[in-house]
């Protein structure tokens, strides 16, 4: 089954997305800077998110590993 259409699997995918542009704009900052707009503006997006919502982004990642290794 696709990650599109299963709910928890497009969960993980964004959060996975959020987490690798925040840590790609923390190493490469003009790399992603430079791209505000059109499809990879989409990843400067992702890397404002993971900097201004990181506790919330980690809880979510933490949430998700435990609920893989349970079941």
Same mark, same amino acid.
């Given at each position: 089954?696709? /990650?599109?259409f299963?709910f928890?699997?497009?969960?993980?995918? #964004?959060?996975?997305?959020?987490?690798?542009?925040? $840590? #790609? $704009?923390? #190493?490469?900052?003009?790399? +992603?800077?430079? $791209?505000?707009?059109?499809? +990879?503006? +989409?990843?400067?997006?992702? /890397?404002?998110i993971g900097?201004?919502?990181?506790?919330?982004?980690?809880?979510?990642?933490?949430?998700? /590993?435990?609920?893989?290794? #349970?079941?």
């Amino acid at each position: 089954m696709s /990650a599109l259409f299963n709910f928890t699997s497009l969960l993980q995918v #964004i959060v996975l997305l959020i987490c690798t542009c925040t $840590h #790609i $704009h923390s #190493i490469w900052p003009s790399g +992603l800077d430079k $791209h505000k707009t059109g499809l +990879l503006g +989409l990843f400067w997006k992702c /890397a404002r998110i993971g900097e201004r919502m990181s506790p919330y982004i980690a809880l979510c990642c933490i949430f998700m /590993a435990t609920k893989q290794l #349970i079941g």
